[in-house]
Structure formats: structure tokens, C-alpha cells
């Protein structure tokens, strides 16, 4: 339990925007994502080959048990060479769900690996691109993928080779991916439980300032603050068109701006907005034409949104009132609470009843 705990606390460090409840960090090969000639032992770390290997169709490659995380920025692991076997004819990478796993890491659409005995990168292609040195027992090789550039890079005993493949899809979900071909190969793996003998960290940090100092070199356009002051118009702009008056106006307060709207304008606005929400519409409207006359006459589409809308509500039983039956000139005065015509046309519905009733029994 205690190495779990430290080999946890050291992938948390590398990578602490990962949430691994949504998005598992790899850390293991998967037993069950594998092809038939693939081996695996030391928790699932070491990789060994059972394949007769007499040629290219015997290639046989395993996938890590999860993708990598696109929250990770920057993903790295390393491989250790225990032998080369026969041949050395072995290739670390990356590859989609999916890939065929009889092939070596590259050879595929959608997986990208760099091969021990021709140092050549394959780029979802069987035709190679030199790219760096041979590799064989004894040496750690490394494959980082870049989830922000969409870049991958390789490494050979801590030196980083530059990178390999550009412009990866960003539809791609990629694990990393080991292969080999001839009897005797065995190579082992670290997702970072340990130490890595290439300096990621400090890959890490040095990729860190580079987009602090982007950020710091990045020109804006001239005039001294001018930049600024459009943003508080744009912000203030914003909470009053939505109704935060209070907010607004201590906003343009401590930015030294003028509010244009006057606050019982802002108020309706926002009384207005809560009645609809609240599937008050018939209220809505009554307040609108008392505070805003003749708008819904020269917005006819916007009186046709909210008629439809009071439609729906009426029919959802949450508007019941009769306001609109009450001439407009009665509209309540600006700023203020409507009044009881909506109770007077129930009053006058009900009495009118009450009349037919009597009428009736009489």
C-alpha cells in the first residue's frame, strides 16, 4: 500500500490538473488489449515476446490500459530495454483504440512509433522518416505527446530527439503503445511511478514559462489603456442589460464610468425578465406596456415571442392570469406593482356568473 501511495503522489505532482475519478492516468499495459504473441509480467510493466518472429506478420504490440488525458498538457513515459532479442526489431509509440495490435507501433493509421533497429519514426505509414539513433539493450527510450500542440517527441537516454510527428489529430484519443517482432525481446516500462531518467520535470517547467512569456509578449493594439476601457464599457454593459443594478453600479463607480440607464428603468427590466422565467408572462407584458409604451407595437416579433411563450405557459397551468383583457390605458404607472385590474376581471367574471345563476333560478 505504501508504494501505491508514493507512486500516486508522484503522478499527481507531474500531473495535477488530472481528475483520474473521470479521466484514469495510464499506468499499466493492459492484459486484455494485447495481441496473442505479447507477454506480460512485473505488474503488468514488463513486456516479453512469444511469437516465433520470422517476419514482419508476427509483430505484436500492447496499448496502455487507459488514454492519455487530454488535461495532462503534456504526457510522458519511458521504456527500458531488458533485451533486444534476436533481431531488436522494436518500436515505442502511441495509437488509437482500435489500432491493429499484429503491427508494430506506426505501421497503422492513427499510430505513431519510433523503431530500435532503423531509428526511423513511422507516421501512420509503413514507410519510415530517419529521425534519430538506433536502440538496444541497456538503453531507455521515452515517448511524450503534447496534448496542447498536438505534437510527439522522442527520447533516448535522457536526451530529447526533437519533435517527430506534427499536427496529430485533435479527434484522436491515443495510449501508449510498445511493440515487438523477434523471440527474446523484453522491454519495461515506467508511466512514471519513478524517477525518469529524461528531465520531464524540467521540460514541464520550461514549457510553462514559454506560454507565460507568450502571454506577456502578446501585442495589443495602441493607445495606452484603451484596451481596458473597452472591457469595463463591455462588462458594465453586460450587468445592466441582465439587471444587476446594485453590481452596475458600484462597477462603474470604481471604474469611473457614467450609468446611462436610469435604475427604474434597470428595475422593470429585471422585474420583467423575473416574471417570464417564472412563467409569468401575462404579468410581463402588463408591466411592459406600462413602462415601455408602444415598444411591443413597433416590435411585433417580439409580442408574437412572448405571446407564444404565454401560450405555452397557459397551457402548463403557470400563467392563469387575465391580465390582457384590461384596456392598455389602465396600464400600471412606471416602476410600480401592478394593480387589481387582474382581480376586477375575475371580480366582474364571477358576478356576471352569479347574475346568469340567478337569472336562472329565478
Not at 499506468?27 to 504473441?37: A, G, I, L, N, Q
Not at 502511441?94 to 493509421?109: D, H, I, Q, T, Y
Request: hydrophobic share 35%; with cysteine; glycine share 10%.
Amino acid at each position: 500500500m505504501e508504494y501505491v501511495s508514493v507512486r500516486t503522489d508522484r503522478l499527481v505532482r507531474l500531473y495535477p490538473k488530472v481528475d483520474e475519478r473521470e479521466t484514469p492516468l495510464p499506468r499499466f499495459w493492459s492484459p486484455k488489449d494485447k495481441f496473442t504473441y505479447i507477454g506480460l509480467s512485473q505488474n503488468n510493466l514488463r513486456v516479453h515476446y512469444k511469437g516465433s518472429g520470422k517476419n514482419h506478420k508476427d509483430a505484436a504490440s500492447v496499448r496502455a490500459t487507459y488514454p492519455i488525458p487530454a488535461s495532462c498538457g503534456v504526457f510522458y513515459f519511458e521504456v527500458r530495454v531488458v533485451s533486444k532479442g534476436r533481431d531488436g526489431y522494436m518500436g515505442i509509440g502511441v495509437s488509437a483504440f482500435g489500432v491493429n495490435l499484429n503491427r508494430l507501433p506506426g505501421w497503422e493509421k492513427n499510430s505513431f512509433g519510433y523503431h530500435a533497429d532503423d531509428g526511423c519514426v513511422f507516421s501512420s505509414s509503413a514507410t519510415g522518416t530517419q529521425y534519430g539513433p538506433t536502440f538496444s539493450t541497456g538503453d531507455v527510450v521515452g515517448c511524450g505527446f503534447n496534448a496542447v500542440n498536438r505534437t510527439i517527441f522522442f527520447t533516448k537516454n535522457g536526451i530529447n530527439l526533437g519533435t517527430a510527428v506534427s499536427d496529430v489529430s485533435p479527434n484522436l484519443s491515443l495510449y501508449p503503445t510498445v511493440g515487438l517482432e523477434t523471440p527474446g525481446e523484453v522491454v519495461e516500462a515506467n508511466f512514471g511511478q519513478s524517477q525518469f531518467v529524461f528531465d520531464f520535470e524540467g521540460l514541464l517547467s520550461d514549457i510553462k514559462l514559454q506560454t507565460r512569456q507568450s502571454i506577456e509578449d502578446f501585442p495589443l493594439p495602441d493607445g495606452q489603456g484603451s484596451w481596458q476601457a473597452d472591457l469595463h464599457k463591455l462588462v458594465l454593459s453586460y450587468l445592466v442589460h441582465h439587471g444587476y443594478r446594485r453590481t452596475a453600479q458600484k462597477f462603474a463607480e470604481s471604474t469611473g464610468q457614467k450609468l446611462e440607464e436610469e435604475n427604474s428603468s434597470i428595475k422593470n427590466r429585471q422585474r420583467i425578465q423575473s416574471l417570464i422565467l417564472r412563467g409569468k408572462v401575462s404579468q410581463a407584458l402588463w408591466v411592459v406596456r406600462g413602462a415601455y409604451p408602444g415598444l411591443l407595437d413597433k416590435r411585433p416579433e417580439l409580442l408574437f415571442r412572448l405571446k407564444c411563450r404565454q401560450f405555452v405557459e397557459m397551457i402548463g397551468g403557470y400563467d392563469t392570469d387575465k391580465l390582457l383583457l384590461a384596456p392598455p390605458h389602465q396600464a400600471t404607472p412606471l416602476g410600480a406593482p401592478p394593480q387589481q385590474p387582474r382581480l376586477s376581471c375575475h371580480s366582474e367574471l364571477s358576478s356576471s356568473s352569479s347574475e346568469e345563476g340567478s337569472m336562472h333560478g329565478g
